[in-house]
């Protein structure tokens, strides 16, 4: 009998790995955000100040500014990463244009202008994806048409601070 209740034990332990493993596979995600993220930095670029919330997890990376409606002038998302890599950004579920900002080492090294919202019947793998020209550690997203009307420029620093 003590094989048995050995037997059962096994396969009741299995079940649950495997009924977990798919909760965790296929569990609601949405990717829009219900109030923006909580941390919020004020980031100096050149002459300019923005508020921007921060995305430092991968999940927070990955849905970005994704379903919001638009950006208010002077705010942004400001993605954080671990190490210098290039970075790949596209527009999934975007409603806006940006401009984007790639950073490394407290310096901005270049910027996409204009980045537009998909069409609305392109599929997810006919997104384009704008990369950085190299590695960076910090990108930041602000409102369309930002960085000329700022006169924001390769080597502009850029510093970090906590508004509190």
Not at 12 to 26: E, N
Not at 102 to 113: A, K, M, R, T
């Amino acid at each position: 009998m003590g094989k048995e209740l050995e037997k059962k034990f096994v396969w009741i332990g299995v079940l649950l790995f495997v009924l977990g493993g798919a909760w965790f596979l296929f569990r609601p995600y949405s990717n829009v955000p219900e109030s923006g993220l909580e941390t919020l930095v004020s980031v100096s670029v050149g002459e300019n100040v923005f508020e921007a919330e921060v995305a430092d997890s991968i999940e927070e990376r990955s849905r970005g500014l994704s379903g919001r409606e638009g950006l208010e002038d002077g705010r942004g998302m400001l993605f954080l990463f671990e190490y210098p890599a290039v970075q790949g950004f596209w527009m999934k579920d975007m409603k806006f244009p940006i401009d984007i900002i790639w950073v490394l080492d407290g310096e901005v090294i270049g910027f996409e202008e204009n980045v537009p919202m998909p069409l609305f019947d392109i599929s997810e793998s006919e997104l384009p994806v704008y990369f950085s020209p190299e590695e960076v550690d910090m990108v930041l997203e602000i409102g369309a048409h930002e960085v000329e009307r700022l006169g924001i420029e390769v080597g502009d620093l850029v510093d970090i601070k906590d508004p509190s």
